[in-house]
């Protein structure tokens, strides 16, 4: 910046412009303007020894760099210091700089390829056709490109925007493409297809929404992969609970399906969102325990713990048993003995009798 530069910058602030917008004005960084402002001007221009490479370092230097055009710095101001080279290593660098251009390190060739399972991982992205749009009269042209990352199947398909319509309906044409829907897809900045908030990526709900009802319409992969009928289900009843109420309808919907396919953790965790939605209907309180009774007693055991304490959470907040209820109307049993009766062991019951003897602690032993 220079000083003519930052008057304009003291003009503009005593305009009532704030910092942000005279940075976006004069195109520096907000923090630069700033720091001027504070200090009172631009630091002063950094001054430049004068060279002293004179013109017989610059024809030894021009004789190195023939022999080996890629010779480091480090090198060529090590062998002109030898031969009696005065200069500093930096004044050496913007020489160099200036006969061959700023230096980028080579590459490696070797790559590794990302090790997915089967179903794992999908990666899409969108790729701009605007010139063969052009060239062959077909107006914008982009194309939406899906990788599954185990089998490298990919898919192509060209669309007239990369809009979040278009991006979900790629998806949806991929899925059908594939059979199946992968277990996670993998995107490149793709701001049409999801809403920044804050550091999270979070996908369109209104589109998700509808997509999700299309793909449960699907006959041909459903009955390929019931697996992911199962998810689907999931990912709608997860869908009520963003939307209005949670829907208990739904949640025994895919409790059913996973109780079908043997998967005990799913149906548990479908069971217990079935019975917080009955309670927060208020419709029936013991079917709702006998629900939760029956995911907690799953939970408790696979081990699961996470979802045992969200059980019991709910149960305590909801007022519910988890226990089987006893059953009052049986005969009573014979009391047994005292020892029995009072939680006691042989040994206590012995050293009672010695303690009701008159015997001491060292006595009893």
């Not at 660098?93 to 230096?103: A, D, E, P, T, Y």
């Not at 089998?151 to 991006?167: E, G, I, L, P, Q």
């Not at 979802?307 to 959470?313: A, D, G, K, S, V």
């Not at 939680?343 to 019951?349: A, F, V």
Request: hydrophobic share 40%.
């Amino acid at each position: 910046m220079t000083q003519e530069e930052f008057m304009d910058v003291v003009a503009l602030r005593r305009q009532g412009w704030t910092i942000t917008d005279i940075a976006a004005e004069i195109g520096h960084h907000p923090e630069t303007v700033s720091k001027w402002l504070k200090q009172g001007g631009p630091p002063a221009r950094r001054q430049v020894a004068a060279t002293v490479i004179d013109g017989r370092w610059v024809v030894r230097i021009d004789q190195l760099l023939e022999r080996n055009p890629n010779l480091l710095a480090t090198s060529v101001a090590r062998i002109l210091a030898a031969e009696g080279f005065g200069g500093s290593y930096p004044t050496l660098v913007r020489h160099l700089r200036s006969k061959r251009g700023i230096r980028r390190g080579r590459t490696t060739s070797a790559t590794m390829p990302i090790q997915t399972t089967p179903g794992e991982e999908a990666q899409i992205d969108w790729s701009d056709c605007t010139d063969w749009g052009a060239r062959f009269g077909l107006g914008p042209l982009h194309c939406f490109g899906a990788i599954l990352c185990w089998s490298r199947h990919r898919f192509w398909w060209f669309a007239a925007s990369v809009d979040r319509a278009h991006s979900l309906e790629g998806l949806v044409r991929c899925f059908e493409d594939a059979g199946g829907v992968p277990g996670v897809v993998r995107i490149d900045n793709m701001g049409a297809l999801v809403a920044r908030a804050h550091p999270r990526l979070v996908l369109h709900p209104p589109a998700v929404a509808a997509e999700l009802d299309r793909l449960v319409s699907f006959e041909v992969p459903q009955a390929r992969h019931p697996g992911v009928l199962c998810n689907l289900r999931l990912a709608q009843a997860e869908r009520s609970r963003l939307e209005t109420a949670s829907d208990q309808e739904r949640w025994q919907t895919a409790a059913t399906a996973w109780e079908r396919l043997e998967r005990p953790f799913e149906t548990a965790y479908a069971r217990f969102r079935e019975a917080e939605a009955l309670l927060a209907a208020a419709t029936s309180r013991p079917r709702a325990e006998q629900i939760l009774r029956g995911a907690h007693q799953t939970a408790v055991m696979l081990g699961a713990v996470p979802l045992r304490r969200e059980i019991e959470l709910l149960a305590q907040r909801g007022r519910l048993r988890l226990e089987q209820p006893v059953d009052t109307t049986a005969a009573p049993t014979a009391p047994s003995s005292a020892a029995t009766s009072l939680g006691l062991t042989q040994r206590e019951m012995g050293v009672l009798a010695l303690v009701a003897e008159g015997r001491t602690n060292r006595q009893i032993g």
